[in-house]
Each structure stands twice: as structure tokens, then as C-alpha cells.
């Protein structure tokens, strides 16, 4: 167990300028709960691992606190991009006999610019259809580019990758989700006026944008400060942490808490 743990938190930061890797190191202690990695459970270590796992997002959040720089640490830490979330976990009920998306999932970072879908295409025959993004909490234009496309796959191909622009801007907001949907042109919705979305529970997959523009918070470094009852003034820091994107203010006050 030592040993394995060990390997995995060498391979975790090998990749790594020295400078960073005893912050990282400090971050696996820190959401593990443990003085060392090597006394972390095995497979609580390996799942912080995984490339979808929330590790990237908290990682970037504390190091923005201290770095002050979140578009270098996503760059250092590789999570700058597109996470394809594994779709062979997911059981579907019903699946669409010609078309389908590849992935029912995806997460991409506000700064990737956009995201990336690939739709599967199961029969060898000419198929027109078409493919249209919906909102969540995430809308258009504000979030992503609206998208309403009719187009034909020839009887040779296989896939069609569609890339679907999202909007990088400095306001923070939480991660955001809207949908992509595969619908047949030809079969409109005589209430809506809208074509119908194709039948399966593999025509609509996921996107969700996460954020990196985090402002953080402000805080006392320490909250219950002792001076003498002669000192002519007391010093507190006020520390923003967990984040480093944009201005952020506050206001102060003094309370008495006792008359004597």
C-alpha cells in the first residue's frame, strides 16, 4: 500500500516544475484529510486522480489564491481543455438505431473557446438530420453560440465532429450546463412549430462550462486577536483567498462586544 501510494503521488507531479509540485503535494494532504499521501486510502487516492474528477477545479481555485495567476496553473496543470466523460458507465434505456452521440457528457473550460461533440452515425446509408444546441443554466448568447444546423452524412461516413464556440468572459459564475440534440428536419411539431428531437437516449448529450475566472473571498487571517489594554491600535490582515480573478471589495466596522 505504501509503496503504490507512493508511485502514484511521484507520477502525479513528475510532469511538474519543482516549485510546484510541493504546493500539489499539499493539496492531495489537504482534500485527502492526511498528514502524508502514503496513509490515504488506496482507491480514495487513485479516484482524486482521475482526469474527471472535481481535483482540477479545487486544485485551480487554492493555487489562483496563492499563485495569482489561474491561467498559468490551468496551463501547468493540464486542465485547461475538454474532459470527455466516460459514457460506458451509462446505461441507456433506449438507444437510436442510426444516429447517437459518442459521448453523453462532456465539461470544457470557459477559456478552451470551445467544445467538441462527436455524433456516431450506426447504418451505412446516406442520413440527413440535424443538430441544435439547448439551454440550461447556461444560456445563448451570453454563455455559448446558439447552433441550428440541418446537414447529410454520406454513406461512407462514420461520425460527424461539431464544435460549438463558448463565450470566455472575466465575470465568474458557477459551472454551467445546455444541451446538444440531434433532430429529424422533416418531422415538426404541429404545437411548437419546431422540428422533433430524434427518439433515444443517446440524440442528447451534456456540455458543461466550467469556470475559471474564480474572484475568491475575504477573510480575517486570524479571527480573535489579544492586544494590551494600553496599545494605541491594533493591526488585522484581511486575506482574499481561494481565487485571485478580477476586483473584490468589502466593508469593515468595529462592534463593542463589552463595556468593561
Known sequence: MLEIAQGIKTAAVNEVPEMAQAEIINLYREI?????VSEADINELLHVLQPDSLLERFAYRKRAGVAGSNKEFIKLKGTKGQIDHDGAAVKLEFENELLGFKCLHYSVTESNGT??????????????????????????????????????????????????????????????????????????????????????????????????????SLGFEVTDVRVPKNAQKVDVTIMRMEGADGTISCYIRTETLSEH
Do not use: M
Open 32 to 36: 485527502l484529510k492526511v498528514q502524508d
Open 115 to 216: 467544445v467538441e461533440v462527436t455524433i456516431v452515425k450506426k447504418v451505412a446509408q446516406d442520413l440527413t438530420f440535424g443538430y441544435r444546441t439547448v439551454a440550461d443554466s447556461a444560456v445563448a448568447p451570453k454563455d455559448y453560440s446558439h447552433v441550428d444546423q440541418v446537414v447529410t452524412l454520406k454513406k461512407r461516413e462514420t461520425e460527424l465532429k461539431v464544435h460549438i464556440p463558448i463565450v470566455d468572459d472575466d465575470e465568474w459564475e458557477p459551472d454551467l450546463d445546455f444541451y446538444i440534440e440531434l433532430f429529424d428536419p422533416n418531422q415538426i411539431n404541429s404545437e411548437t412549430g419546431v422540428p422533433e428531437r430524434l427518439k433515444g437516449d443517446d440524440t442528447r448529450c451534456k456540455v458543461t462550462i466550467l469556470d475559471e475566472d474564480f474572484p475568491g
